[in-house]
């Protein structure tokens, strides 16, 4: 479970998170939404304790977030762009991870036979395509067998085929029981994957519950147009949107399990 109070962050006058509650049950695949700026990589690599935050409260697993790092072994990172030592061998780079984790890379050939990586492991890191670099990312991430997984915009760069691998592979975890988090502007690879959304606007979150809920309230059919519709709507608290065809001023108050 990751629990949220309060959690505020700042970079100089610009205030980025405002204040955010939310509490994600274990096991759950949320994706997280929003324009660019709106504060969804801020939060995350909040959680991962990349960046500090200014006040509030995060708890992973229990753990509160005060310096420790142990919790991080729970947890997989797929970053939207990875930075490697360009000079650096794939392999090198796999062995390099394992030694720092100091952990079993459980799945570490399955992922690279999965992802057909097998022929690009002697080569230096500059020399990978951009698909390629995103397939590492994927593997760096999954190969621990963490209980948390975070992907942030993981199919930027990859072709459909390996896009496709990735989503099965993603299901696969999903269905292991783990707890996911995915960021997407490709609202359509969200609607495959997830089955909660979270909407952060202008550093708050707008809307924090089911995709079936959120699709019903806004009355429309595809994840795109709903969040569409939230960017347009005026949303009172968090947990909460408003009908603009029926309920102007009277927002829905949605329970979250």
């Known amino acids: 479970m990751i629990e949220i109070q309060n959690l505020k962050k700042s970079f100089g006058d610009l205030q980025v998170l405002k204040g955010l509650n939310v509490t994600i049950p274990?096991?759950?695949?949320t994706g997280i939404v929003g324009p660019n700026g709106a504060g969804k990589t801020t939060l995350i690599k909040t959680i991962l304790g990349l960046v500090k935050p200014d006040s509030g409260i995060l708890e992973v697993n229990g753990t509160r977030l005060n310096g420790d790092w142990l919790y991080r072994r729970d947890i997989g990172y797929m970053p939207q762009v990875a930075r490697y030592p360009?000079?650096?061998r794939v392999y090198e780079l796999l062995n390099f991870i394992k030694g720092l984790r100091d952990q079993d890379a459980v799945y570490e050939h399955e992922l690279i036979e999965q992802f057909n990586l097998q022929s690009e492991l002697e080569k230096p890191l500059r020399t990978l395509s951009g698909g390629n670099r995103q397939k590492v990312g994927a593997i760096l991430a999954m190969m621990f067998n963490p209980d948390i997984l975070f992907f942030d915009e993981p199919t930027a760069g990859l072709d459909p085929r390996s896009s496709h691998k990735?989503?099965?592979r993603v299901k696969k975890e999903k269905e292991a029981g783990k707890t996911i988090f995915i960021t997407s502007h490709i609202m359509s690879e969200l609607e495959q994957l997830v089955d909660h959304v979270i909407f952060i606007l202008d550093g708050n979150i707008r809307y924090y519950?089911?995709?079936s809920q959120l699709?019903?309230?806004s009355q429309e059919e595809r994840l795109e147009a709903a969040i569409a519709r939230l960017m347009d709507e005026p949303i009172e608290r968090t947990g909460s949107v408003s009908k603009q065809s029926e309920m102007k001023s009277?927002?829905?108050t949605l329970e979250i399990a």
């Open 26 to 29: 274990k096991g759950q695949a």
């Open 86 to 88: 360009e000079n650096m």
């Open 166 to 168: 990735f989503k099965l």
């Open 209 to 211: 519950g089911s995709m």
């Open 215 to 217: 699709l019903e309230l």
């Open 250 to 252: 009277t927002p829905i």
